[in-house]
């Protein structure tokens, strides 16, 4: 069973953008591993809290400019 596992920032992804990533990911491994695969294929997208991991030695917080608008 294929796997993917993709950790994002909270709010950087609206929930068709995530539907989205579903999609690809899932069509690019029955690309490597057959149609067989396709239900069996699992796509997680954990969202990681700001504070919750650190970029160039610093705690992350992900400035607003970034984040999905509410309705988006």
Not at 12 to 38: C, N, P, W
Not at 43 to 53: N, R, T
Not at 57 to 71: L, N, Q, S, T, W
């Amino acid at each position: 069973m294929p796997f993917v596992n993709i950790k994002t920032p909270e709010a950087a992804l609206s929930r068709g953008q995530k539907e989205e990533i579903v999609h690809r990911m899932t069509d690019m491994l029955v690309e490597y591993f057959s149609e067989a695969a396709r239900p069996h294929t699992m796509v997680l997208i954990e969202e990681v809290k700001d504070g919750g991991y650190g970029r160039a030695d610093e705690i992350f917080v992900m400035p607003d400019a970034y984040r999905v608008k509410k309705g988006g």
